[in-house]
């Protein structure tokens, strides 16, 4: 146990003198976590809360489109504005001054009611509630195209979104028009209700509730566990650079002239380094309950739930450690270690989903995130942050970390006895 302080307060005063380094550890997460969760914040909100300002041209004028235009506006989602021609809301569009466009064609309305109408009659006639009398051919009516124009640098998400909504109005339209056609033909009573237009099938989000309250998710609770992983495992940089310096420097051979074994060195390091994920730890969550209400953004709620979220960051810490260790114990230099490290983070965090959901990956990619340490960790703040698990739901996240930060310690260890007695 002696030995093992003594190991620990070295690795402490080796990282209390690289002041740099300090910074990176602790500063640089806490800027990431707040720029991250400012750009991605509108996104958790609701559509009322930034509307995005598009283009109408209305060459209709009749009751379909006043009934677009309502549809757009009660949606709160949209800013709209109207203009005279297609042309110079296309050339708006493409410059980039907006989103999207929206054409309504000219007829629309009339065609409309013309289309149903006749369809309409035809189905009557069919069933021989209206004589049969010879008439005029039906008319080729041709049918309307909305046109929809978008800045090549939207999303398609967002395109998405926009074609299915507008799809879900106009087919909205589209019912009650055939039965109002068919009211008419039907009664003469205009007043008279015979089909009833309203959804019969409908949708509702159930949320989870504590204490008969709904508890939404939003973009803090997001990106306050993803963050603090990537901060966390980003430790194996400074740790490896660390291990590879002792070596070069010839620190490591006067430790082994003492009765030291190189797991009580890497031990002391493992207890300083975790203090340090810690304090990583801490600092995102104060971050989330102080600093992001002040600057308006959602509240951390940690609520009940700070003993299971150090539990999580406990076990990922050391699975981050581990692969450090292992890592500062194969580089032969700083070059090696250091680029290794930082990219071998970023792919572990994509891999993960820190960055895209895994869902929404290819299969191939989401069989292969089931290995990456920051999904179990991931998974695991999720499971306290979102879905409020218990110690036994997160059990076999932590398990399968706390077996990592296993495997990379023996494996550094093995690779440094069987290296030193070459």
């Known amino acids: 146990m002696h030995k093992l302080k003594a190991s620990a307060h070295k690795e402490f005063l080796l990282l209390i003198r690289d002041i740099g380094g300090i910074a990176i550890l602790f500063i640089m997460p806490l800027v990431l976590i707040v720029t991250i969760t400012l750009i991605q914040d509108s996104t958790f909100k609701t559509v009322s809360d930034a509307k995005i300002p598009i283009l109408v041209v209305n060459n209709d004028q009749g009751k379909v489109s006043e009934t677009i235009l309502k549809g757009l506006e009660e949606s709160n989602a949209f800013e709209v504005n109207i203009k005279d021609t297609e042309d110079i809301a296309k050339d708006l569009v493409f410059k980039g001054t907006f989103q999207l466009a929206i054409i309504i064609p000219e007829g629309l309305s009339s065609g409309l009611e013309q289309k149903v109408a006749q369809n309409v009659e035809g189905i009557i006639e069919k069933f021989g509630l209206e004589d049969e ?123 082994r002239t003492n009765p030291v074994s190189y797991a009580t060195v890497l031990g002391g390091k493992t207890l300083v380094y975790l203090v340090v994920c810690l304090i990583q730890f801490v600092l995102m969550l104060l971050v989330g309950v102080y600093l992001f209400p002040a ?46 490290g930082a990219t071998f983070v970023v792919i572990l965090a994509a891999l993960g989903g820190v960055w895209v959901p895994v869902f929404i990956m290819p299969k191939f990619m989401q069989t292969l995130s089931n290995i990456s340490p920051m999904n179990w960790g991931l998974n695991a703040f999720y499971d306290v942050f979102l879905r409020h698990g218990s110690l036994l739901d997160i059990l076999p996240e932590i398990s399968l970390l706390f077996l990592f930060f296993i495997a990379t310690t023996l494996i550094a260890i093995v690779y440094n006895e069987k290296k030193n007695t070459v």
């Open 133 to 255: 009398t010879e008439g005029p051919p039906n008319q080729i009516i041709e049918s309307k195209v909305v046109k929809l124009y978008f800045d090549p640098a939207t999303q398609i998400t967002f395109k998405s979104s926009v074609k299915n909504g507008i799809d879900k109005m106009v087919a909205k339209i589209e019912t009650e028009s055939i039965y109002k056609a068919f009211q008419e033909q039907i009664t003469d009573d205009p007043t008279e209700t015979i089909f009833e237009t309203e959804n019969f099938i409908t949708f509702k989000e159930i949320l989870p509730k504590k204490d008969n309250e709904e508890l939404i998710p939003n973009s803090v609770q997001h990106n306050v566990p993803a963050w603090t992983l990537f901060a966390i495992f980003f430790i194996i940089v400074p740790l490896s650079i660390n291990i590879v310096k002792e070596k070069s420097q010839g620190t490591f051979v006067r430790l």
């Open 295 to 340: 600057i308006g953004l959602p509240t951390l709620d940690i609520s009940g739930r700070l003993p299971l979220l150090f539990v999580v960051a406990i076990f990922a810490g050391l699975a981050a450690i581990g692969l450090g260790l292992l890592l500062g114990t194969i580089a032969k230099t700083q070059e090696q270690s250091a680029p290794f």
